[in-house]
């Protein structure tokens, strides 16, 4: 049942959609009532995101930077899909497309990125992926973990939300360190982070 109280919120994605999976989890138990999963955006065609949204009976949409041609085109078939949906709230889960300062401010603190690691280490420009875990486990550190913060201008460099730190194991390849911040905190971080906001934004209505 909708609740006309509820936050729309836009999830983008570009690959397996592990992140909007557990959204979707969270809000089928009931534990998203300020938030609504209202689109799903995703840069790729072929990502797992849009089977996985589309089984949720969530909208879905693609827009590729190649189909629009530049960087200013491709933001602003963005912004027409987000403002068709009356999205409130942007959720970035796995999005591998840096969005330029006109884009975010556009909607401050209205757009939360989950990054697989403690901000401010291993982030910003090139720290995405399979290469944040590498970088940590080439530094040696024996905690590791996953942040949600809003996006501004600068990769990984907005407002800090939520963090939770994950231990690093003996032995572990960038793989398994993966898996295991991903259970452990990119999970519950990015639901949590998502009903904090909307409960927020709710008020302000």
């Known amino acids: 049942m909708n609740n006309p109280g509820q936050i729309k919120v836009?999830?983008?994605?570009?690959?397996?959609?592990?992140?909007?999976?557990?959204?979707?989890?969270?809000?089928?138990?009931g534990k998203l009532p300020h938030a609504k999963l209202a689109l799903v955006l995703s840069n790729r065609e072929d990502a797992?995101?849009?089977?996985?949204?589309?089984?949720?009976?969530?909208?879905?949409?693609?827009?590729?930077r190649a189909a629009c041609g530049s960087q200013a085109a491709f933001e602003a078939e963005l912004c027409r899909h987000l403002t068709e949906a009356n999205i409130d709230l942007i959720v970035l889960a796995g999005f591998m497309s840096i969005l330029s300062a006109d884009f975010t401010?556009?909607?401050?603190r209205r757009i939360l990125n989950i990054h697989p690691?403690?901000?401010?280490s291993f982030?910003?420009?090139g720290f995405y992926g399979l290469h944040v875990h590498e970088a940590a486990l080439?530094?040696?550190?024996?905690?590791?973990?996953?942040?949600?913060?809003?996006?501004?201008?600068?990769?990984?460099?907005?407002?800090?939300?939520?963090?939770?730190?994950?231990?690093?194991r003996k032995g572990d390849t960038p793989e398994t360190l993966q898996r295991r911040i991903m259970e452990q905190a990119e999970w519950k971080?990015?639901?949590r982070a998502v009903e904090l906001v909307a409960r927020d934004m709710a008020k302000k209505k």
């Open 189 to 191: 971080l990015l639901p």
């Open 138 to 168: 080439a530094k040696g550190v024996k905690v590791s973990g996953a942040t949600v913060h809003f996006v501004n201008e600068i990769p990984d460099g907005g407002e800090i939300l939520l963090q939770k730190a994950v231990p690093v």
């Open 10 to 29: 836009a999830v983008l994605v570009s690959g397996g959609g592990t992140n909007l999976q557990a959204l979707i989890d969270s809000a089928a138990a």
């Open 105 to 108: 401010a556009r909607y401050p």
């Open 117 to 120: 690691a403690l901000i401010p």
């Open 123 to 125: 982030c910003g420009k």
């Open 48 to 64: 797992y995101a849009l089977t996985r949204a589309k089984k949720a009976h969530i909208e879905t949409a693609v827009v590729t």
